[in-house]
Nanobody, 117 residues
Framework: QVQLVESGGGLVQAGGSLRLSCAASGSVFSSNVMGWYRQAPGKQRILVAAIASGGYTKYADSVKGRFTIARDNTKNTVYLQMNSLKPEDTAVYYC???????????WGQGTQVTVSS
């Protein structure tokens, strides 16, 4: 059974940092693109960052230079390091796994990130 389990969300002041983690079952992690999406209230879910099994990464323009996605293949875990957080980063963040960029077959349960001004 495929599972994606996120952790690391919370409340932080503007300018602060958080690191999200997503632990994935091995059958998903080894062959898929892993991504982080976010969804703010009343808005669509959008891609924040993604990383392929070979390490190539993509980022939304709004987070370039502030967020870093990484994967640890030994732990079947993908991370999202978020620095210089802004109130507009407030959203529920979801981990995803899929066969290609912008294609997600599996989702985590989501973790809330709230950035106060």
């Amino acid at each position: 059974q495929v599972q994606l389990v996120e952790s690391g969300g919370g409340l932080v002041q503007a300018g602060g940092s958080l690191r999200l983690s997503c632990a994935a079952s091995g059958s998903v992690f080894s062959s898929n693109v892993m991504g982080w999406y976010r969804q703010a209230p009343g808005k669509q879910r959008i891609l924040v960052a993604a990383i392929a099994s070979g390490g190539y990464t993509k980022y939304a323009d709004s987070v370039k230079g502030r967020f870093t996605i990484a994967r640890d293949n030994t732990k079947n875990t993908v991370y999202l390091q978020m620095n210089s957080l802004k109130p507009e980063d407030t959203a529920v963040y979801y981990c995803s796994a899929g066969p290609a960029w912008y294609v997600s077959d599996y989702w985590g349960q989501g973790t809330q990130v709230t950035v106060s001004s």
